[in-house]
T-cell receptor
Framework: AQKITQTQPGMFVQEKEAVTLDCTYDTSDQSYGLFWYKQPSSGEMIFLIYQGSYDEQNATEGRYSLNFQKARKSANLVISASQLGDSAMYFCAMREFTPNDYKLSFGAGTTVTVRA | DAGVTQSPTHLIKTRGQQVTLRCSPKSGHDTVSWYQQALGQGPQFIFQYYEEEERQRGNFPDRFSGHQFPNYSSELNVNALLLGDSALYLC????????????FGPGTRLTVT
């Protein structure tokens, strides 16, 4: 079963506007972490933001914020004030903090194109 | 502070050949994970090495094997290459003790013809 679902294959956003990337996840564990990574065309995965399942407040990192809705099992990424350099592929990922499970499970990704 | 490095950047191999990819973790990190990312898809976990042992493996055949050296660097070996092995291979490093952050390298683009 798919653990991470990203339903938006591609999105266009105007420069300086905000964009929301959707992510839903599936787990029966109580302890887990949710991540967002950015992958430019160069290929490197760049860590953006992290949200733990027990964190009471939504995570924020500069222009990135995570809208965490635990009951809905969603962890949407909001990028504010989009810049041309934000054009990239964005991946949502999850790690379940169960014994002997160290892997990240990734979604299929969303391509974001920022227009001038 | 050196990040995660991988070599080579690109590689072209023929079906049936064997390939070795290399990864040096971020300074201070002792754990290395390998992921395969097919074109247009998200990365898939291959395995993770900690203290020179494979401590978790994803759903990949035995043709995929690895090694971790005492300096924490790692190799990924793929035998009997198939066309379907063409992908970007990403290495990620982290700390073995409970820590959630995994830092990724730039990847090795493998093309099998």
């Amino acid at each position: 079963a798919q653990k991470i679902t990203q339903t938006q294959p591609g999105m266009f956003v105007q420069e300086k506007e905000a964009v929301t990337l959707d992510c839903t996840y599936d787990t029966s564990d109580q302890s887990y972490g949710l991540f967002w990574y950015k992958q430019p065309s160069s290929g490197e995965m760049i860590f953006l933001i992290y949200q733990g399942s027990y964190d009471e407040q939504n995570a924020t990192e500069g222009r990135y914020s995570l809208n965490f809705q635990k009951a809905r099992k969603s962890a949407n990424l909001v990028i504010s004030a989009s810049q041309l350099g934000d054009s990239a592929m964005y991946f949502c990922a999850m790690r379940e903090f169960t014994p002997n499970d160290y892997k990240l499970s990734f979604g299929a990704g969303t391509t974001v194109t920022v227009r001038a | 502070d050196a990040g995660v490095t991988q070599s080579p950047t690109h590689l072209i191999k023929t079906r049936g050949q064997q390939v070795t990819l290399r990864c040096s973790p971020k300074s201070g990190h002792d754990t290395v994970s390998w992921y395969q990312q097919a074109l247009g898809q998200g990365p898939q976990f291959i395995f993770q090495y900690y203290e020179e042992e494979e401590r978790q493996r994803g759903n990949f055949p035995d043709r995929f094997s690895g090694h971790q050296f005492p300096n924490y660097s790692s190799e990924l070996n793929v035998n009997a290459l198939l066309l379907g092995d063409s992908a970007l291979y990403l290495c990620a490093s982290s700390l073995g003790r409970p820590s959630y952050e995994q830092y990724f390298g730039p990847g090795t683009r493998l093309t099998v013809t």
